[in-house]
C-alpha cells in the first residue's frame, strides 16, 4: 500500500523557518497537500496542490515540491504554529489517497 | 464558507452496525458536484483516510482505504446534500472519531467507540 513518510517531529525557535518534510513514491506525479491541526480540534488545510495557500492562510506558510519529496515551510514560525503537521496525497491512480504520519512542531 | 456537520456515532459492540451522516452546505458549495471524503483519527493517533465517493458526474463511485475495504460503504444523497458511512463488521480498532471533508472544509467529526 502507498506510504508518505513524515519526521515525528521538528522543533524551532520563535522567528525560525520550519520545514516540514513528506515523501513518497508517487509525489513527482501528484500534489501533496499540507493540514494543520491544533489538539482537540478539525484539521485546517494550509497549503494545496503543492505550493497553493488557501485565503486566510499567512503568507508565512509555503509549499514546495522536487522528485519525491514535498516540504511545508513555514518563515518567522511563531508560538501559534505549534501543532500536528499531515501531509496528504494520492498514490498513482488517484483513488486511494493517503495522509503521512504526522508531524509535531514546538516552537518555543 | 462550507458548513459541515457529522452524526451518528455512539458505542456499538465488536461485530455491530452502524451509520454515519454527513450533512454539507455553504454558499458558493455545490455538493452534486464534490467529491466527498471520510477520515478517522483514532485517540492520540494520527488522521487516516477511509475513503471517499466520486461525484455523479465523475462516475459517483467510491474507494476505501484497505482495513475497511469490504466493510464500509460510502453513498450519496445528493438532493439531500448528504453524505453517508455505512460501517458493519465493526472492530475495536475502528474506534476514532470520523469526519466528513471535501479536503478543504471539515465537520467537528462524530466519535465511534466500539467496545464490550
Known amino acids: 500500500s502507498y506510504e508518505l513518510t513524515q519526521p515525528p517531529s521538528v522543533s524551532v525557535s520563535p522567528g525560525q523557518t520550519a520545514k516540514i518534510t513528506c515523501s513518497g513514491d508517487?509525489?513527482?506525479?501528484?500534489?501533496a497537500h499540507w493540514y494543520q491541526q491544533k489538539s482537540g480540534q478539525a484539521p485546517v488545510l494550509v497549503i494545496y496542490?503543492?505550493?497553493k495557500r488557501p485565503s486566510g492562510i499567512p503568507e508565512r506558510f509555503s509549499g514546495s515540491s522536487s522528485g519525491t519529496m514535498a516540504t511545508l515551510i513555514i518563515s518567522g514560525a511563531q508560538v501559534a504554529d505549534e501543532g500536528d503537521y499531515y501531509c496528504?496525497?494520492?498514490?498513482?491512480?488517484?483513488?486511494?489517497?493517503?495522509f503521512g504520519g504526522g508531524t509535531k512542531l514546538t516552537v518555543l | 464558507e462550507v458548513q459541515v456537520v457529522e452524526s451518528g456515532g455512539g458505542l456499538v459492540k465488536p461485530g455491530g452496525s452502524l451509520r454515519l451522516s454527513c450533512a454539507a452546505s455553504?454558499?458558493?458549495?455545490?455538493?452534486?458536484?464534490?467529491?466527498m471524503n471520510w477520515v478517522r483519527q483514532a485517540p492520540g493517533k494520527g488522521l487516516e483516510w477511509v475513503g471517499l465517493?466520486?461525484?455523479?458526474?465523475?462516475?459517483?463511485?467510491?474507494h476505501y482505504a484497505a482495513p475497511v475495504k469490504d466493510r464500509f460503504t460510502i453513498s450519496r444523497n445528493d438532493s439531500k446534500n448528504t453524505l453517508f458511512l455505512q460501517m458493519k463488521s465493526l472492530k475495536m480498532e475502528d474506534t476514532a472519531v470520523y469526519f466528513c471533508?471535501?479536503?478543504?472544509?471539515w465537520g467537528q467529526g462524530t466519535l465511534v467507540t466500539v467496545s464490550s
Open positions: 471533508t471535501n479536503g478543504d472544509s
Open positions: 455553504g454558499s458558493g458549495f455545490t455538493f452534486t458536484n464534490a467529491w
Open positions: 465517493i466520486k461525484s455523479k458526474t465523475n462516475g459517483g463511485t467510491a
Open positions: 508517487a509525489l513527482p506525479r501528484k500534489y
Open positions: 496542490e503543492d505550493n
Open positions: 496528504y496525497s494520492t498514490d498513482n491512480s488517484g483513488d486511494i489517497w493517503v
